[in-house]
């Protein structure tokens, strides 16, 4: 069974950065492609990046595009989302996701295993 575990959530000033991680075990890691979704409080699960199984390709919502930077290191069985230039909006649970094919995707419904979440608190 996939377990992830989030870690480097906190709260920061608006224009500050964080780094967030994501421990992977339970399968091989790099047969897997990873996302990060955020979830403010009263919206919705949102989409925020994913990674392919090699780290070769990346995408990005909108929202954070030149600010945020989704990147893997299979050694290590993590993956990491760099977050700059953070915005009171991007204020949210940060979850970790993975999807059982080398693959990313946009929709939460392409993963097969969460995280537990990180709060990300940016101060205004």
């Known amino acids: 069974q996939v377990q992830l575990v989030e870690s480097g959530g906190g709260l920061v000033q608006a224009g500050g950065s964080l780094r967030l991680s994501c421990a992977f075990s339970?399968?091989?890691?790099?047969?897997?492609?990873m996302g990060w979704f955020r979830q403010a409080p009263g919206k919705e699960r949102e989409f925020v990046a994913t990674?392919?199984?090699?780290?070769?390709?990346?995408y990005y919502v909108d929202s954070v595009k030149d600010r945020f930077t989704i990147s893997r290191d299979n050694a290590k069985n993590t993956v990491y989302l760099q977050m700059n230039s953070l915005k009171p909006e991007d204020t949210a649970v940060y979850y970790c996701?993975?999807?059982?094919?080398?693959?990313?995707?946009?929709?939460?419904?392409?993963?097969?295993?969460w995280g537990q979440g990180t709060q990300v608190t940016v101060s205004s």
């Open positions: 996701a993975a999807r059982s094919v080398g693959w990313g995707s946009l929709e939460l419904s392409g993963y097969d295993y």
């Open positions: 339970g399968r091989t890691f790099s047969t897997y492609a």
């Open positions: 990674i392919n199984w090699s780290g070769g390709s990346t």
